[in-house]
């Protein structure tokens, strides 16, 4: 059974950073497209960016020129940095292969407010 377990949230400031990670077990990790989803209040949970076992990335439009992904595949973890932060970018985030498919774990809170 896979398990995920995301880490590196937290409350920052518009315009602050902060870098998730997201360490899976339980799977042959680098063979899969990999996904950073987020979840706002009152909202459906979106995909924001993807990253494939090769290393080539895809973003939403909302994160495009502010986050980046990556992966290591020897430490089978996916990491999403994220760069001046908005409030709208305030939600629980996710990890999940993409598309998504595995059981889905506790998220990361990331709240943006000054």
């Known amino acids: 059974q896979v398990q995920l377990v995301e880490s590196g949230g937290g409350l920052v400031q518009p315009g602050g950073s902060l870098r998730l990670s997201c360490a899976a077990s339980?799977?042959?990790?680098?063979?899969?497209?990999m996904g950073w989803y987020r979840q706002a209040p009152g909202k459906q949970r979106e995909l924001v960016a993807r990253?494939?076992?090769?290393?080539?990335?895809s973003y939403a439009d909302s994160a495009k020129g502010r986050f980046t992904i990556s992966r290591d595949n020897a430490k089978n973890t996916v990491y999403l940095q994220m760069n001046s932060l908005k409030p709208e970018d305030t939600a629980v985030y996710y990890c999940?292969?993409?598309?998504?498919?595995?059981?889905w774990g506790q998220g990361t809170q990331v709240t943006v407010s000054s």
């Open positions: 999940n292969k993409f598309p998504s498919g595995w059981d």
């Open positions: 990253i494939t076992s090769g290393g080539s990335t």
């Open positions: 339980g799977t042959i990790f680098s063979i899969y497209v």
